[in-house]
């Protein structure tokens, strides 16, 4: 029997306590554990249990390996396009979009709509190659989108050299109008910091506008998310009927910012499709 026990009850006693160790070792992700059943190499069917033992607990570690390594590339994955659908789209506007393919699109009856437009960008851009234009707009861009961030606005995109910005939606802010004023004087301010290859500074010409407009996401390949309406028209019109250097807002935007904002009466201005319409400027906060 003390033969029995050293040969035969012994070891399997060993092997149970491996087999505990290697669940915990994989269970919990510890270290491979140093196991006991294997210190004495057996020439016999136990022996043979006890190599298939190890073989196979080897074999288990390195496909859970393989597996969250697989996992963990799939969630970089991810993780990446998730920020390339928040770049395009708004957040709220990006998880609709994730749990109905319908067509998203909303009337929002209060928001304000900036454009602006780099002076004499286009005259600019056939003096200087490609790639320095590219990297000049893209840093004028990119401090724009700070802004942005600081604003808590919602950019809905670039055209050429014209940047546009609303403030409103997708969720609604009392304070839309005063917070796209606000970005509006920072933009005006800050292009003063860029010159172009002859060594003079940019400028400017910004239009705002405060209506009603319908917003949407379009497109099945490269969709985006856009508005529509009289609202969106207006602004533009602020901008190409600008002054450089100025921001111009109509009627509907006066009233928003009169009582916080420094504004002053340009006149009658005659918009094309619109007719004479009266017209401020932005002058500070």
């Known amino acids: 029997m003390l033969t029995f026990g050293f040969l035969v009850i012994t070891p399997i006693l060993r092997l149970r306590d491996d087999l505990i160790a290697a669940g915990d070792a994989i269970s919990k992700d510890l270290s491979d554990p140093a196991f006991q059943s294997l210190r004495t190499q057996r020439h016999d069917e ?60 909303s009337r929002f009856e209060a928001v304000t709509i900036l454009f602006a437009d780099i002076v004499r960008f286009t005259e600019l851009s056939a003096r200087i190659p490609p790639v320095e234009l590219v990297d000049q707009l893209n ?20 055209i050429g050299d014209a940047y546009l910005v609303v403030g409103g939606l997708p969720t609604h802010r009392p304070d839309h109008a005063a917070a796209i004023a606000q970005m509006a004087l920072d933009m005006q301010q800050v292009i003063s910091k860029f010159q172009t290859d002859l060594g003079e500074p940019f400028q400017l010409r910004i239009g705002i506008n405060t209506g009603t407009v319908v917003a949407g996401v379009i497109g099945l390949k490269k969709f985006s998310y856009d508005l529509w309406g009289d609202a969106v028209n207006l602004a533009s019109r602020m901008e190409s009927h600008g002054i450089p250097g100025q921001i111009q807002v109509t009627d509907a935007t006066y009233q928003q910012l009169k009582d916080q904002f420094d504004l002053k009466p340009r006149g009658t201005v005659s918009v094309k499709g619109r007719g004479d319409l009266v017209t401020y400027l932005l002058v500070g906060r």
């Open 139 to 158: 840093q004028i861009f990119s401090t724009f989108d700070q802004l942005l961030e600081k604003y808590e606005l919602e950019k809905i995109k670039t």
């Open 46 to 105: 136990l022996g043979e249990v006890i190599v298939a033992f190890s073989q196979m607990f080897q074999r288990v570690r390195q496909e859970i390996s393989t597996r969250r390594q697989t996992e963990a590339k799939l969630r970089d994955e991810q993780e990446k396009a998730e920020r390339l659908l928040l770049n395009v789209l708004p957040a709220e506007i990006a998880a609709q979009l994730k749990q109905n393919l319908s067509p998203i699109a």
